[in-house]
């Protein structure tokens, strides 16, 4: 069966400090990739996602990035984090085999920045 | 931009009724989802509906869709407290390698 992993948890972290979350997909392969970002209360503002190592799509201009370097690991990283950085950042993948597009969940990172 | 809206916001209800959310939606579509989240959790896929199909049901979900009026209905019959969570639908475009998500809609089942 599939599983997806998010690290860390919790995060707290100082504003204008550097940023990586980690996302990595197990039973699966050539997924899809997307990471998410929720503010309090709201619903699901789309970042990036990637359709294969190396590629990525960007959805929102900001000054985060993300990475690909393996077929299923997707990285979330900023050099330098603002204050409207916090929230609740979720990783998801996909399948590509159809067309059905179910999107499968990390349990997330809540990210605050102080 | 968000494409599905979730109407209503916000819904309580006491444990055993019924729970109906509806979601709009714009563009023409593939296929549309329904998640819920519990708080500070992932989301989990609940049930998926095509765009040729009316309706759809999963235990005790019922979904519905009308793409002549671009809406769909989640209808989750005799309520129990775990189903307190928030609920968002979420559109597979054509074309696209994304789905579109909507501002969900918090359900509280009161015991």
């Known amino acids: 069966s599939q599983t997806i992993h998010q690290w860390p948890a919790t995060l707290v972290q100082p504003v204008g400090s550097p940023l990586s979350l980690e996302c990595t997909v197990e039973?699966?392969?050539?997924?899809?990739l997307y990471w998410y970002r929720q503010a309090a209360g709201r619903g699901l503002q789309l970042l990036f996602y990637?359709?294969?190592?190396?590629?990525i799509s960007s959805e929102v201009p900001q000054n985060l990035s993300a990475s690909r370097p393996q077929d299923r690991q997707f990285i979330l990283s900023s050099k330098k984090l603002l204050l409207s950085d916090s929230g609740f950042y979720l990783c998801?993948?996909?399948?590509?085999?159809?067309?059905?597009?179910?999107?499968?969940f990390g349990p997330g990172t809540r990210l605050t920045v102080t | 931009s968000q494409q599905g809206e979730e109407d209503p916001q916000a819904l309580s209800i006491q444990e055993g009724e019924n729970a109906t959310m509806n979601c709009s939606y714009k563009?023409?579509?593939?296929?549309l989802q329904w998640y819920r989240q519990n708080s500070g959790r992932g989301l989990v896929h609940l049930i998926l509906?095509?765009?040729?199909?009316r309706e759809k049901h999963s235990g005790r979900l019922r979904v519905t869709l009308d793409t002549s009026k671009k809406s769909s209905s989640l209808l989750i019959t005799a309520s129990r407290a775990a189903d307190t969570a928030s609920y968002f639908c979420?559109?597979?475009?054509?074309?696209?390698?994304?789905?579109?998500f909507g501002t969900g809609t918090r359900l509280t089942i009161i015991p």
């Open positions: 563009t023409s579509i593939n296929n």
């Open positions: 509906i095509r765009s040729n199909e």
């Open positions: 990637s359709v294969g190592i190396g590629q």
């Open positions: 998801a993948w996909s399948g590509t085999v159809g067309n059905l597009r179910e999107q499968y």
């Open positions: 979420a559109t597979d475009d054509f074309g696209n390698e994304k789905l579109t």
């Open positions: 039973g699966t392969s050539n997924p899809n």
